[in-house]
């Protein structure tokens, strides 16, 4: 097991990477898909932490918001919130530049702020973004991305799925 450890560290080195794990801080906004008119998207705000194994492949997972704008709030005024909880698998177009391509696959478990009120329901959602990776020195790096999110329901009155235009950026520390 040291032995693999090692060759992943020194691979790693040789590679020009980093060796640490990476952090990051998100903003974006999702776009509805449809034309439901009690959803018109919602700002979303996210922390992540994971791992670079080498220069193609990242492996993490993230916590975030998603405020959902507020005709959605339930009988006490409190906004509806989406706190999702994912697994990220990130592979990078390695080409030696400043400017690196990337396409970003999640999926996880989205908990519902409003769960128990007016038959509302949890989900279980994926997203693909494809984007760009903007090294800004050796330890940190701006992300920005777009792409597509699914949401299905699972849970509660609500049947059915959800998509979104998605898009962020994120600064992203790494050692």
């Known amino acids: ?15 020009g990477g ?33 791992k670079q194994f080498n220069s193609s492949f990242y492996l993490g997972g993230r916590i975030g918001a998603h405020i959902v704008d507020g005709q959605f709030n339930d009988d006490h005024g409190d906004p ?21 391509p990337f396409c970003d696959f999640g999926t996880g478990f989205i908990f519902n702020s409003l769960y128990d ?7 279980v959602g994926f997203n693909v973004m ?20 699914h949401r299905f329901h699972v849970g509660g009155e609500a049947k059915g799925s959800k998509g979104y235009i998605s898009f962020r950026i994120a600064l992203r520390f790494h050692k």
């Open 18 to 50: 980093h060796s640490g794990l990476d952090y990051s801080i998100g903003l974006g906004y999702d776009f509805m898909t449809s034309n439901e008119s009690n959803d018109n998207g919602s700002p979303t705000a996210s922390i992540a932490i994971g």
């Open 117 to 123: 009120n007016n038959g509302e329901s949890h989900h």
């Open 80 to 100: 509806k919130v989406y706190v999702p909880i994912m697994v990220d698998f990130r592979t990078y177009i390695p080409n030696g530049g400043r400017v690196t």
């Open 1 to 15: 097991m040291c032995a693999l450890c090692a060759t992943c560290f020194i691979s790693r080195a040789q590679d």
């Open 130 to 149: 494809p984007g760009l990776s903007y090294n800004l020195s050796d330890q940190f790096a701006l992300d920005v991305s777009g792409g597509y999110l």
